[in-house]
């Protein structure tokens, strides 16, 4: 109990001196994806205990819901449940859907309205889903235009943050994503820092290669964006075309504390979700380190 204290102590310590929260994906390491309301539950209450404050509920946990009609008539509960949960210990959430089909549409509009319903912070989207039916430009044309027309439809409170993705192939490098955030209502970025590193066949080699970046996003869609980014971060292969798989971040060519430092010296505030094969284990075996970052 007081080992468990003391690292929770830690965590929040460092999370204070970042500015921005510090959260995971899916599960934990004994629970790597969350697919009932238990263990979203169980999962939140571990989380708490360890000082870790926003966690990415997966779709795998909303698999009952094809509508925002499923949603009210067989999961709202257990979806306020959650949200209750996640408020009591001040945990942030977010809902990530990074595969959706050809017709995304009403998976769209689903997990948007879960998003609304739960408080989320934000809607995460892979917004590559027409890449592989069509030509890349017309792909990116069609996307704004449906994220446009969805969240007219639905005026939800949560927005959708479009995701940078990793392979060169798919709509969402950060021009990408800036170009669509700029064209779009009630849409914010998300950078993922492992696929923008993929993309540019390990582009973030440096500070100064993540300071551009930020650089970058702040003159695309202004200083107002520093003070709620939204970032993921993970190690990853990749080759010509981009991203190949996720691996470990120790065993990366791309360095957590080089994101950090650059981060802080632009004062980001916002999420840091990590991602990495160890879960929460990775940031746990690595507090040492992430105090020494944020000093």
């Not at 080992?3 to 510090?22: C, P, T, V, W």
């Not at 939800?156 to 779009?184: C, F, H, P, Q, Y």
């Not at 504390?257 to 990495?276: C, P, Q, W, Y």
Request: aromatic share 8%; proline share 3%; net charge positive.
């Amino acid at each position: 109990m007081v080992s468990e204290m003391l690292i929770r102590k830690k965590a929040l310590k460092i999370q204070e001196r970042l500015g921005m929260r510090l959260g995971i994906s899916y599960g934990t390491s004994k629970m790597p994806v969350v697919r009932t309301t238990a263990q979203a539950l169980t999962v939140l209450k571990d989380l708490y205990k360890i000082g870790l404050k926003a966690f990415v509920l997966p779709k795998e946990l909303f698999f009952a819901i094809q509508s925002a009609t499923d949603l009210y008539k067989t999961e709202y509960g257990n979806i306020l449940k959650i949200r209750d949960e996640a408020k009591k210990y001040n945990i942030e959430l977010a809902v990530r859907q990074d595969s959706l089909s050809q017709e995304p549409d009403e998976a769209i509009k689903a997990f948007a309205t879960i998003s609304s319903v739960m408080d989320c912070r934000t809607f995460l989207v892979n917004p590559a889903f027409y890449s592989k039916i069509m030509p890349r430009d017309q792909a990116l044309r069609l996307t704004v235009y449906k994220i446009n027309e969805i969240v007219s439809s639905l005026r939800a409170e949560t927005k959708i943050a479009l995701e940078t993705t990793g392979r060169m192939n798919e709509v969402g490098s950060l021009e990408d994503v800036l170009d669509m955030v700029k064209r779009t209502q009630g849409t914010e970025p998300a950078l993922n820092w492992g696929n923008i590193h993929s993309r540019g066949a390990g582009a973030l080699r440096s500070q100064r290669d993540f300071e551009l970046v930020l650089n970058q996003v702040r003159s695309a869609v202004g200083s107002k964006w520093l003070e709620e980014a939204y970032f993921f971060f993970s190690g990853s292969s990749y080759g010509p075309s981009g991203f190949i798989k996720t691996i470990p971040i120790d065993r990366a060519d791309i360095r957590l504390e080089h994101m950090i430092r650059a981060s802080m010296s632009f004062n980001v505030k916002g999420t840091l979700i990590i991602d990495d094969p160890e879960k929460e284990r990775y940031i746990l075996k690595n507090l040492d380190s992430l105090a020494d970052m944020v000093r």
